[in-house]
């Protein structure tokens, strides 16, 4: 596929992108791997493997990557991963499972400075727990 055609043999191919974080050994191999010290190389690769797989899963972030012109494919270093604008998480859904699998929570922020809260959907707790 073109949108992973610059990606490393490193990155999970495309075609396996699809059942990410599908089942709970998935997920548990994905805590596993980023909990823990990471080489350069390391981090690298799962940061841009994530990213693949959100920009493929989630409408707006896909605009915006082709916005900046940030696809997977055209970006070297996770450092080309562009950061998402706080107003997107105001104005847009960022989920990445779609309406058949709802989110399993969604934070929200305080909305103190333009009234408007951002959102956070998260499918399961468990990866962002690991992380914070």
């Given at each position: 596929m073109e949108l992973y055609s610059n990606m490393d043999?490193?990155?999970?191919?495309?075609?396996?992108?699809?059942a990410m974080f599908s089942t709970p050994q998935e997920r548990a191999a994905w805590r596993t791997r980023i909990h823990k010290p990471l080489s350069e190389a390391e981090?690298?690769?799962?940061?841009?493997?994530?990213?693949?797989?959100?920009?493929?899963?989630c409408e707006p972030l896909r605009r915006l990557a082709k916005a900046r012109g940030r696809l997977p494919g055209a970006i070297d270093s996770w450092r080309d991963i562009p950061a998402v604008?706080?107003?997107?998480?105001?104005?847009?859904?960022?989920?990445?499972?779609?309406?058949?699998?709802?989110?399993?929570?969604?934070?929200?922020?305080?909305?103190?400075?333009?009234?408007?809260?951002?959102?956070?959907h998260?499918?399961?707790v468990d990866i962002y727990n690991a992380t914070v």
């Open positions: 043999s490193n990155v999970l191919p495309a075609a396996n992108l699809t981090f690298d690769a799962a940061a841009r493997e994530l990213y693949a797989w959100q920009v493929e899963h604008p706080q107003r997107l998480f105001k104005e847009a859904m960022l989920y990445c499972h779609g309406e058949d699998e709802p989110p399993a929570a969604v934070y929200h922020t305080s909305g103190t400075t333009t009234g408007v809260p951002g959102r956070q998260l499918r399961q």
